[in-house]
Every structure is written in structure tokens, then in C-alpha cells.
């Protein structure tokens, strides 16, 4: 209560009515606070939908025998298939891809953030301070994850070792045992990305990750850099769709270059790492050995092709849209 109100109750004398002008001022502090907390609801709802908060499109990793689904944001998937692209184009083991996938769904959760403890920023928290590369490197996913990697490589015997343990060796945390708790979402994660678990990673329909276009060119620009050169064929794989999207086809040996009884697995990791980057991408239609997904029945998942269909079974077809 304020001082001349409770003097005038305390000694019975008159209370004067307050002037317009304090009224005016709380109409309008009022009126300010409330669109201030409009525009925080909706930058809030606009940030959830993209990196995957209640409500917001989700991907999901749900492999034979699961009970509950793996849960993560196109955001999330899209930064995992890119680690998991980087370890196949270096010829690591799946146990090295669970390490890098725990330690990042530790480290931040595995969003590409620019900010940490201390000068600690990206998807594995690498500072520019202890030589891991610049902040602008660091922050670039397919940068970070072959660093980590490459300091994993060091470890002696690391597939062997407790996925803490190794996990600590590289990045020397302050709560080594933190990497634990995401072990098994991780091992999820990397069945479905490496191609094991085959279509067990689907996506719902989301607007783009980083807004940026996408389009043929940029999908076989993104498969190059993250898989290698040697992900594509030389003539580059693309060409025009009768549906006036673009496409990209890529080959899966038959043999040779893949071990023999993995082929369908290697086309499935280039289904998957699709799959995870189609909000990212605007990638509209995956198909693969009698499989297709879309985006416009996203809710489907993965279903059979039509009969008749063009695509070849050991080729990965990829639409996007214009």
C-alpha cells in the first residue's frame, strides 16, 4: 500500500482520487509486459517445433523388439546421422559410433549449440582454448564429429573399454559417468543409422531445420562431404523427376566394395542418414529395396512400393522438392 493511502486510512482524512496520467502509464506497462509475452510464447513454440519440444514433429527409432520408441527432433536426428556418416566414411566400428552418439546426447543434448562452459561450444562441447579447432570449425558438425573421432582413434583398444571410460579418454569431463545414462538410446540410434536395424528410423513431416534450401545438388553436395567421395558415382547420380522434384539416385554395390550379405545394410544407411535429414533437406520421397517413404504420408512410416514401381533394389532413390 502505498504511503499517502495509508496515512489518509490512518488519520481518517480524505483520500483524493488518483490522476489519469499514473492510470495511462499502467495501462501501457500492462499492455507492453503482455506483448512482450507474446512474442517470448511464440519465439518459445517456434523453437520447440523445429528442435522437437511437446508437441513439435518427431522422429523416432523403433527396432524389432522394442517396446518403447526412441524419441528424438529432426534437428537431433539430422546431427546424429552426420556423426554417424563421418565414422562410415573413416571405416569405424559401430561401437565407435555409439561413443561419439552418447557423448554428444550428453554433451548437448545433440543440438549444434554455440555456447558452453567456458569458451565450450558444438555437438560435443570442444573448446577452441584446448586446440580442438576454431569456434567457426568447431561448430561445423562434420568437423567436430571427425575430431572426436579422430582422438578416439588414439585410444588404445577403445571398442573394448566401458563406453565411459572411453568416452572420458577423449573428452575429459568433469562427470565421466554422465555418458552412461545414453548408452542404450545410443546403441538405438546406431543401429538404425548404420543400416542394421534397417527402416527402424522414421520421421514426421516438419518445416526445415535451418531454413536453408535444399534441392538435388545439395543433397549429393552433403552425402560427399559427410560419406566421402566414393558415396556417389562419378557421373554424380541426379537428375530431373517426372513430378518436377529433383532426385538423386545412388548405387549400392552388389558386391565388391561391400562385404558380401551386407549390401542391403549399406543401402539402408543411406536411406537412414535421408530419412534424418529430410526436414533439413526437403527431401520429399526415400525409396529403397521395395520400400518408400514420403513425406506427405510421413504418419505412415515406411511402407511397401507400388508394384511396378521404377526403382531399382539396389539402387537408394532420393526426391526433394524444387
Known sequence: MGPTLSAALQYGGPVSAPSSAPRRRSRLWRTTAAVAVLIALAGYLAVQYVTGGPGAPQCTVRAEGDAQPYELSPEQAANAATISAVASSRGLSERAVTIALATAMQESGLRNIDFGDRDSVGLFQQRPSQDWGTVRQIMDPVYSAGEFYRHLAKVPGYSRLPLTVAAQKVQRSGYPQAYAKHEANAARLTGALTGRDQDALTCAESSPVDGKAGGAATVRERLVREFGPGVLPRAGGGGRTAGGGSGVTIPVPASGAVAAGEDGRRGWELAMWA??????????????????????EAGKGWQRQPSGSAAAAHHVRIITAQ
Open 275 to 296: 530419412m534424418a535429414h529430410s526436414a533439413e533437406l526437403h527431401i520429399e520421397q526415400i525409396s529403397y529395396a521395395g520400400r518408400m517413404w514420403t513425406a506427405d
